[in-house]
């Protein structure tokens, strides 16, 4: 998704080859050490010849990520809002579905034309399902048949949970008969996935 990268990190006098990984807060890189770095604690950040050299509390980090270096730059120095990251527009039809974020709503009501919650509204754009567990994934059937033309159903569930995986969610998508083709991290514990119907289908 252009957010995750292999690569070599210089941190102090450690040096790892590992995965990093560009989330919605923070930065994180797994390898021989680990490092998470919230965007709040960085204090400088450039990228140099494909580098990309941070300064946080804790010392110097310096990502080996090729041409990746600026793209990542520019993501964690101008964050895309939540609202552009799932793509609402102004003028949408929203549903949402289960307990969402308590200020998920009104961000939603700031853009979106209409916001039905509780069911899938008449013509819905996309629609927010919260799922906290395996359980709960079965509704997953049962929305995607009220889903029309290019309608997204993005499923939101808890981030790093066993309860829940991502192959959890995934499968339960296709079951439906729906194609995953979007993840984005919706908040520092929240998962967004969104499923459409497959263009064949449609």
Known sequence: MGN??????????QVSAGKALLETSEL???GEFRLKIPFAQIQSLKAVDGELRIDFPEGHASFELGPQAEKWANKILHPKSRMEKLG???GSKVSTIG???SDFPQELKEIAGEVTAGKVGAGSDCVFFSAGSQKELSSVAKIAKSLKGGAALWIVYPKGQKMITENDVIASGRKAGLKDVKV???SAT???LKFV?????R
């Open 4 to 13: 995750e990268a292999n690569c070599t990190v210089r941190f102090g006098k």
């Open 28 to 30: 994180i890189f797994r």
């Open 88 to 90: 609402i527009k102004s």
């Open 99 to 101: 307990a969402l974020e």
């Open 184 to 186: 984005v991290g919706f």
């Open 190 to 192: 929240l998962t967004a």
């Open 197 to 201: 119907i497959p263009l064949n289908k």
